[in-house]
Nanobody, 125 residues
Framework: QVQLVDSGGGLVQAGGSLRLSCAAS????????MGWFRQAPGKEREFVAT????????YYADSVKGRFTISRDNAKNMVYLQMNNLKPEDTSVYYC??????????????????WGQGTQVTVSS
């Protein structure tokens, strides 16, 4: 069992930066691949980024590649999403999630079994 708590969202101007954090509880956290997803009002939830269980590899949606960076600290049970050069279209509720599937990059929300409560990110133009 893994419980996830997202934080770090807020209001920022276009071009600004935010760092989202996801605090995980549970001794098996380091065995899970982790991901970030987002959902804007009236839209489907979409994949943003994922990181393997050991932090060795990452994968990003094309829309955020080069601007966002996912990282993890297994000693602290934390996952982060550094977001730079934010755009108004990045406005969404962001969710971290944990997947027990350790191999390959997990981009489908159906691959994830534990979810945070979400944190709102609003980017003004």
């Amino acid at each position: 069992q893994v419980q996830l708590v997202d934080s770090g969202g807020g209001l920022v101007q276009a071009g600004g930066s935010l760092r989202l954090s996801c605090a995980a509880s549970g001794r098996t956290f380091s065995s899970y691949a982790m991901g970030w997803f987002r959902q804007a009002p009236g839209k489907e939830r979409e994949f943003v980024a994922t990181i393997t269980w050991n932090g060795a590899s990452t994968y990003y949606a094309d829309s955020v590649k080069g601007r966002f960076t996912i990282s993890r600290d297994n000693a602290k049970n934390m996952v982060y999403l550094q977001m730079n050069n934010l755009k108004p279209e990045d406005t969404s509720v962001y969710y971290c999630a944990a997947s027990p599937l350790r191999f390959g990059f997990r981009t489908a929300d159906g691959d994830y079994v534990y979810w945070g409560q979400g944190t709102q990110v609003t980017v003004s133009s």
